[in-house]
């Protein structure tokens, strides 16, 4: 049994969890991900290795409450205990040999994300980070992205906080100021990812992606991951989930993406339910 030492609401539909699990942390990367069941009668999820602490033996996660189980997992409490909680899975983000690299962060992606920032700020890398979100509501691990990065660049769509704009409009920005970057790292919604890279191709920019967003059963069976990467069928969780974005075939991603779309709403319809007055 894995238990929850710390509990934090980082907005209204985002939470962070310290977990005792300390041969997880021992081996933990940034990009790798864990796979957790809430209950012992609860569906396997994957979630992505926020950060870690190896003497204490934490794992940190970060989720957004937009199903049935991340319903359930939010309903959780300090010194609750999971029922699984294994890892680390996938293959950790490559940062060696990296002078110089933008990280994008968009929404709750920034939680994927932060550790790379840390860990390549923390090998000598200069950093520029930045992260996107609708509006200032929805602003997550801005302090943990400041002491991550050489600079530290806030955007949201209404203007509401940092400026106002896109990511895109930011890098862009940049690129026209004359910064380069041996590589770019963007994590967050496929369409932004799709955009990003967009606009890095036309400046001739490596630029890699996490596609954790539409990982479901996260050991390569269920085949629900699979993607198109330069002509070749992958698969997120166990072929990345870093791939080259310039290669990926997001619109089929997209696609893929919607198919659970009504049956998890269904769910999390009953899931709410059922929790209605409880705590």
């Excluded at 069941?37 to 996660?61: S, W």
């Excluded at 990280?103 to 980070?129: D, E």
């Excluded at 967003?213 to 997120?236: N, S, Y």
Aim: with cysteine.
């Amino acid at each position: 049994m894995f238990e929850i030492v710390k509990k934090q609401e980082l907005n209204e539909t985002v939470t962070l969890m310290e977990i005792q699990a300390p041969l997880i942390a021992k081996k933990a990367e940034p990009g790798q991900f864990i796979i957790l069941r809430v209950d012992e009668k609860g569906e396997r999820i994957p979630l992505t290795i926020a950060d870690f602490d190896r003497e204490k033996g934490l794992v940190t996660i970060i989720f957004q409450i937009v199903g049935a189980t991340t319903n359930k997992l939010n309903q959780l409490q300090v010194g609750d205990h999971l029922a699984d909680f294994v890892g680390p899975l996938g293959i950790p983000s490559h940062t060696e040999g990296l002078k110089k690299v933008a990280v994008i962060g968009g929404g709750v992606g920034c939680a994927i994300a932060y550790p790379i920032a840390k860990k390549l700020h923390q090998q000598g890398t200069t950093v520029h980070a930045i992260v996107g979100f609708r509006n200032k509501g929805l602003l997550i691990l801005e302090e943990a992205f400041q002491k991550a990065s050489d600079q530290l660049f806030v955007v949201t769509d209404d203007g509401s906080y940092g400026k106002k704009g896109l990511v895109t409009d930011q890098l862009k920005e940049l690129l026209d100021q004359g910064e380069t970057y041996d590589e770019v790292i963007a994590i967050g919604p496929l369409i932004m990812m799709k955009f990003v890279c967009k606009l890095t191709k036309e400046y001739g920019i490596k630029t890699m992606v996490s596609m954790n967003p539409i990982m479901i059963d996260g050991t390569g069976m269920c085949g629900c991951c699979r993607l198109t990467v330069g002509g070749e069928t992958k698969f997120a969780c166990v072929d990345g989930p870093d791939f080259d974005g310039h290669l990926v075939d997001f619109d089929e991603a997209m696609q893929r993406s919607t198919m659970y779309r009504d049956f998890e709403r269904q769910r999390n319809e009953e899931t709410c339910n059922l929790f209605k007055g409880v705590r």
